[in-house]
């Protein structure tokens, strides 16, 4: 550790203060670098003193009383080099377009930043029994009677009902957003495609056909589809509070997750948005529950044939909720024939039975409403599209004959100009995949040569383009395309919605505050609000918590939390990052926190 290099005897015992000043003033200079205000005469002139003392203080009281454990020093320097990197990282690219990962400033302010975060780190890995105790020692015995001992399911319900109504009426008839526009018209033109999940294309068709047919408004339609997502978010949010509840976490983490779940603006706003990624991170949250069973007493799981149905059920919704489920579950069942090899014949029967059921719905889908698959998903270039755009853009190496082959890609002449550092869809919807795939050898090659050519280029996109899952400091709305934290609005401009469809709102200041929250993405400048709502900060705290569970070596519980990073790794090869695509993160934290932090009695080292 870079702290060793301190020499500490009896003969040198202001060795630690003058270790803790000068590493307390190299993290606050790092912090002045990442957050811009080196330049701020009132930060250096007022704020630099308390947080430099602070840093003083936390390091001197700290570094060298809890180095002394080789093992939390390892996963303490883990940790704290992935947060300072993307602190760093999603700095330079928020400014300068670049990373910059090729330059010795970076990751001189990286090394700058590692003295404090590697305290912190390291003071809660090793204290983190001591911690975890304090916390959940806290109780308010009368709230915690009236809420989770009698009919905690109920009260819970309605208590999230309840908040969510005045955001409801504020957004009347509910926010028909993202792609559910596009659905409506396929629905009603009877021209259904696999591009959305067509078991949601058929939900939000049905609901809204019927509010036509019984009350002459397709607004009505939206508000029926609206009341019934808000009702199975609901429940199911009731149901993870009396899950903790049953099995016997804190009176701390039951009363902030239901909190959250009533209060939070991105819980309230998405459970009325006509999205697909709701039912997604519901079916996603409820198979992470069933998994969390499935380690803690796997004996008494696998005896029931019902616990085996529920999975296989569970796991088919979410594939046909996104199918990226499907790749996330192939990445489950190796660790489930792994951390679960003794009862290997059950966990087989799971994945065959889930991966059939899901082939044969696909092909009786695609036979009964006539849908021609896709052959080649375009999709699946997003990365490598980004990486060749941006090389296109910023080179000047390219010979003619690559510039031909990329040429031919084009259904638009210069496509490869659209090139956005935040999202591929204005190059992958301007590029035939078809062509791509017919010519798999040329463009691989292409690929490969343009990449060793210009591997900064490459790791660039990559990084810019997944900037907002990484970087807590991601500023939105964004001004380079679409991205904000979540879209709100009525009407799909681009595809021509019926405009029948339009807020009429109850309760207009409700509606001003939450659409600035959220389109504006104003929360950004609430302080606490900023981090908890932060899709950047619910990632990294999900990959934070991974590593604690390998510290921990209490690895059984990575079978469940696979699921999710298998899930986050599709995501991180998509166009885009928006919260929509990550919110199962959000809806899973309290079970995975419980997961994380539980001492609970079963199998949690097998592996």
Request: some cysteine; overall charge positive; glycine content about 4%.
């Amino acid at each position: 550790m870079f702290f060793d290099i301190i020499p500490i005897g009896d003969n040198m015992k202001y060795t630690k203060y003058f270790g803790a000043i000068i590493l307390a003033l190299l993290s606050t200079h790092g912090i002045t670098q990442i957050c811009n205000l080196e330049n701020n005469k009132f930060f250096i002139s007022f704020l630099f003193i308390p947080i430099f003392l602070f840093f003083y203080i936390f390091i001197k009281k700290n570094y060298l009383k809890i180095f002394k454990n080789k093992r939390t020093n390892i996963f303490g320097l883990i940790i704290s080099i992935l947060i300072s990197y993307t602190l760093v990282l999603g700095y330079n690219l928020t400014i300068y377009d670049v990373s910059y990962i090729q330059k010795i400033k970076t990751h001189f302010i990286m090394i700058e930043l590692l003295p404090i975060i590697f305290s912190v780190t390291n003071y809660f890995l090793y204290y983190q029994n001591k911690i975890v105790k304090t916390i959940t020692n806290w109780n308010i015995p009368t709230l915690n009677q009236f809420l989770f001992k009698k009919s905690c399911f109920i009260k819970c319900f309605l208590c999230i009902i309840i908040a969510w109504i005045p955001i409801f009426l504020a957004f009347y008839p509910g926010i028909f957003s993202y792609d559910s526009s596009v659905q409506l018209n396929e629905f009603l033109n009877n021209q259904l495609s696999n591009n959305n999940p067509i078991i949601h294309t058929l939900i939000v068709g049905w609901f809204i056909k019927l509010g036509n047919i019984l009350f002459h408004s397709y607004s009505i339609g939206v508000v029926l589809y609206t009341t019934f997502q808000m009702i199975i978010t609901a429940l199911v949010f009731s149901y993870i509070v009396s899950y903790l509840n049953k099995r016997g976490a804190s009176f701390s983490l039951k009363l902030i997750s239901l909190l959250l779940f009533m209060f939070l603006p991105t819980h309230s706003i998405l459970a009325i948005t006509t999205t697909k990624d709701v039912f997604f991170s519901l079916c996603v949250t409820l198979l992470f529950i069933k998994l969390v069973d499935m380690i803690r007493d796997p004996e008494k799981f696998f005896h029931s044939i019902f616990n085996i149905i529920i999975v296989i059920l569970l796991s088919l919704s979410t594939f046909i909720f996104r199918h990226n489920g499907y790749y996330a579950f192939l990445v489950l069942a190796i660790f489930m024939l792994i951390g679960l090899r003794k009862y290997w014949k059950q966990v087989l029967v799971i994945i065959l039975i889930t991966i059939g059921s899901y082939k044969f719905y696909l092909i009786q889908v695609n036979r009964i409403l006539n849908i021609t698959p896709d052959k080649f998903p375009g999709a699946l270039l997003c990365v490598p599209l980004q990486q060749i755009g941006r090389v296109y853009n910023n080179a000047n190496d390219l010979t003619s004959n690559e510039i031909d082959l990329l040429k031919n890609l084009e259904t638009e002449e210069e496509a490869f100009k659209n090139y956005k550092s935040h999202k591929s869809d204005d190059l992958s919807w301007r590029i035939n995949p078809n062509v791509i795939y017919n010519n798999l050898e040329d463009y691989a090659k292409l690929y490969v040569k343009l990449g060793l050519r210009h591997p900064i280029e490459y790791v660039d996109a990559f990084l810019a383009n997944t900037m907002g899952y990484w970087y807590i400091g991601d500023t939105l709305p964004d001004k380079e395309t679409y991205r904000t934290y979540i879209e709100v609005r009525s009407v799909d401009d681009f595809h021509n919605t019926n405009d029948q469809i339009k807020f009429e709102s109850k309760i207009k200041p409700i509606f001003n505050l939450y659409y600035d929250l959220t389109e504006k993405a104003t929360f950004q400048y609430i302080p606490f609000l900023s981090l908890i709502m932060s899709v950047g900060f619910q990632v990294i705290l999900l990959i934070v918590l991974t590593i604690i569970i390998l510290f921990n070596k209490e690895y059984s519980k990575l079978i469940p939390t696979s699921l999710i990073l298998g899930i986050l790794a599709t995501v991180l090869l998509g166009p885009v990052a928006i919260l929509r695509y990550v919110y199962y993160i959000f809806t899973i934290m309290p079970i995975m926190i419980y997961l994380v932090f539980s001492k609970n009695k079963g199998t949690y080292n097998n592996i």
